[in-house]
């Protein structure tokens, strides 16, 4: 023992989302480095950041599914692991077996399979509603029956939007939910985020700079340290710097920043 | 056979071992095929090897031993994968040799002559005994029992297990409980099809059923009737003919499953030029 006193949490319960110190390592890999990050109560914050950033690392670490090396998270000033229902989560699309033998509805009804074991646990016809309902919400009601297998890339990201609200959480994760879909279904979707942002907290992690930056509040660029997050500003020798390219940034007014689309170039 | 079947005893066990078999190898077929885990279970499968060798080696029954090796195997692989740092199939490739090399050691130090244990590598079904039929009766009500019991945690879990984790389901239960029913089913298999042959017996009904339906439920439903069909075929064939049922049952099944495939890629190819050809028109 060495006699050193854990430091108090500096978090507020009231927050949505608090992280503080956050380091992360696979194996002898650090992932994440003192990270802290803090999100107000129906805030939506973008995170941004290249690949292999730790942009995922950090929702999975929020999600409790990596163990950090150090630092402190809390959600509604609860610790990761405690969050059960607090958090609605929609993983990356490439993550899940298309094939598995499931319908669009059973999928959302996941959301609302109880957490305890229960022997002979049956969904309600509420239970079906309820499921039902989300569909309808997310646009995709008519597709019930259908097995996954055979939705779109945009069909199926509503479907798990739809499982993540399942769980009526206070915030929302999504882990790249545009990612292999076509340009009308983002627009579908950011739509959508942005609705769902009026009743819950919404952290989104995306590549796609255009689309996330017209419609955040907050945005945070990842790239294994926090490199700017909210009031320091955020300019464009920053992105230059997390992206390794020119990246023109064009004010829009107060909370909003916009990111005009660029084409990706070797970095001098 | 059908008279023969009223006459002599074995062939009564051969048939309802065959049918218990077919009920385990449904269920737990198509969650290994659909959660990926057909390597885990020969992995689980050739380990119990080692068991068999150390029931002749101490005097007691070797499936007992079997299934003492199984659910330690289970439980191994299952506690270095969750820990991580290690790929999944060096830990299956490694338990898969070691049983293997143990239970060859135990046979080696039996004193006395060799035991007969081809039927434990290749199945025996036409020797099964009433404890043997009790022990798989017991087995297959357990693993049924827990599929069932379930239902709807088993789908959340397998379709996506990070968010069963998530929502605050307890994986890690289901992982193990996977993992020992696995092992069980290992054990049934063991006097049909034998240690080396089960994975054809676990995953072929399993395969065939996800060709022809399309959810959870009737693809268990299925496998449980497809496994039925040749289980009770192959033994018929086996009897018939006078030759190795566990061999019989396998070769059956494999064959089933690629003519479904081949007839299956026909039926999509003729599909698809209808289509085609609709659409020109």
């Not at chain 1, 798990?160 to 579908?188: G, K």
């Not at chain 2, 077929?29 to 020969?42: N, R």
């Not at chain 2, 029931?55 to 199984?70: H, M």
């Not at chain 2, 069909?229 to 064959?255: E, H, K, T």
Request: aromatic share 8%; proline share 4%.
């Amino acid at each position: 023992m060495n006699g050193r006193r854990p430091q108090p949490s500096l978090c507020d319960a009231q927050e949505a989302l608090c992280v503080e110190n956050l380091t992360v390592y696979y194996g002898q890999t650090p992932a994440l480095e003192n990270v802290s990050l803090r999100v107000r109560d129906r805030q939506y914050l973008g995170i941004i950041g290249p690949n292999g950033g730790g942009k995922t690392t950090l929702l999975r670490a929020i999600l409790n599914l990596v163990l950090p090396a150090s630092g402190t998270i809390r959600v509604y000033g609860k610790k990761p692991g405690e969050t059960g229902g607090l958090i609605g989560y929609v993983p990356q699309y490439a993550g899940l077996d298309r094939a598995f033998p499931i319908t669009v509805r059973e999928v959302v009804l996941t959301g609302l399979t109880k957490r305890t074991l229960t022997p002979f646990y049956r969904f309600t016809p509420a239970d079906r509603d309820t499921a039902d309902a989300l569909l309808e919400k997310v646009k995709i009601g008519a597709l019930a029956r259908r097995q996954i297998a055979s939705l779109s890339g945009g069909e199926f990201q509503k479907m798990l939007i739809a499982r993540a609200l399942a769980v009526r959480p206070r915030l929302l994760l999504l882990d790249e939910p545009t990612a292999n879909v076509d340009p009308s279904s983002c627009d579908q979707i950011y739509t959508l985020i942005e609705e769902l942002n009026a009743k819950m907290t919404v952290v989104l992690v995306t590549h796609d700079l255009f689309a996330v930056s017209s419609q955040v509040q907050k945005i945070a660029c990842l790239n294994r340290n926090l490199v700017y997050h909210d009031e320091t500003g955020l300019d464009e020798d920053t992105l230059h710097r997390l992206y390794g390219c020119p990246v023109d940034l064009i004010a829009h007014g107060v909370p909003h920043r916009v990111l005009r689309e660029h084409e990706r170039e070797d970095t001098p | 056979m059908i008279d023969a079947l009223f006459e002599y005893q074995f062939l009564q066990n051969a048939l309802i071992c065959s049918v218990l078999a077919s009920v385990v190898c449904g269920l737990i077929g198509v969650i290994i095929v659909e959660k990926k885990l057909v390597m885990l279970s020969g992995g689980i499968a050739h380990t119990s090897y080692g068991g068999v060798g150390l029931g002749y080696l101490a005097g007691f029954e070797p499936i007992i031993g079997a299934f003492l090796f199984s659910v330690l195997a289970a439980f191994g692989i299952g506690a270095i994968n969750r820990r991580g740092g290690t790929r999944s199939d060096v830990v299956i490739g490694l338990f898969w040799s070691l049983g293997m090399a143990l239970g060859t050691l135990f046979i080696a130090l039996t004193p006395g002559y060799p035991p007969e244990i081809t039927s434990y590598l290749f199945g025996s079904i036409l020797s099964v005994t009433t404890t043997d039929l009790w022990l798989t009766t017991v087995f297959t009500a357990v693993v049924l029992l827990v599929i069932v019991m379930l239902f709807n945690h088993w789908k959340a879990y397998l379709f996506d297990e990070e968010f069963a984790a998530i929502i605050g389901m307890r994986t890690a239960v289901l992982d193990y409980l996977l993992l020992v029913l696995v092992a069980l089913t290992v054990v049934v298999l063991i006097r049909v099809a034998g240690i080396i042959l089960v994975l054809a017996l676990l995953t072929a009904p399993a395969a065939i059923a996800g060709m022809l339906f399309p959810r959870l439920k009737q693809r268990m439903a299925a496998a449980v009737a497809i496994g039925c069909v040749l289980c009770v075929a192959g033994l018929w064939i086996s009897y018939s003919l006078d030759i190795a049922s566990g061999a019989c049952i396998v070769i059956l099944s494999v064959s089933c499953y690629f003519a479904c495939r081949a007839a299956r890629a026909a039926y999509l190819r003729r599909k698809r030029k209808k289509a085609g050809r609709r659409a020109e028109v």
